[in-house]
């Protein structure tokens, strides 16, 4: 019992001090397995990036998350709401108006084509064609209803421009 209170405690001094690290580094710095990691990790109720597949822990006392519930360290992604697709799912139902591919993948900080496909299918999302946009909203109907309707406001028709503002636009350029 001794033990593996101090394996917990090195862990949290571990990554007190470098504030994420990898199972690998943990294993090295405490000389276990890697399940005994997983065991002090999920004793400390240590959360993993949803990006770089999860590789990265840290103590849920270090992350800074901001009003999305994100955080970000060097080019490691964590988020208060878990895994990847739950995160997503969160954002979107937060989302006044859904999200497009863009739009979460500068908020997420991950290219959308890495994991927009996979989520085709979640219960919690339904993807809506918006001109010519696929825009993810929350598949609760209330609440799509409502995303519908301020992305129709937040987003108005595309037309093309008059005579006048095309001579402006050419004369600038």
């Avoid at 005994?36 to 990006?51: F, G």
């Avoid at 954002?91 to 108006?97: E, F, I, K, N, W």
């Avoid at 421009?161 to 402006?168: D, G, R, V, W, Y």
Wanted: charged share 25%.
């Amino acid at each position: 019992m001794a033990k593996e209170h101090a394996e917990k405690d090195q862990v949290t001094r571990f990554l007190s001090l470098k504030r994420i690290a990898t199972l690998a580094e943990l294993a090295v710095h405490l000389r276990c397995s890697g399940r005994t990691v997983q065991r002090r990790l999920a004793e400390c109720k240590a959360i993993h990036s949803y990006n770089h597949n999860g590789r990265y822990y840290t103590l849920p006392t270090i992350p800074r998350f901001d009003l999305h519930g994100l955080w970000r360290h060097r080019d490691v992604f964590f988020s208060r709401y878990g895994n990847l697709p739950r995160t997503f799912a969160r954002l979107v139902h937060q989302s006044p108006a859904g999200l497009t591919a863009a739009e979460a993948g500068e908020l997420l900080g991950l290219r959308p084509s890495s994991f927009l496909w996979s989520l085709r299918n979640d219960p919690a999302l339904k993807r809506h064609k918006h001109q010519g946009l696929y825009v993810y909203m929350a598949s609760e109907s209330d609440r799509y209803a409502e995303q519908q309707r301020q992305r129709a406001v937040a987003l108005p028709t595309w037309r093309s421009p008059t005579e006048a503002e095309a001579i402006a636009i050419l004369v600038e350029k």
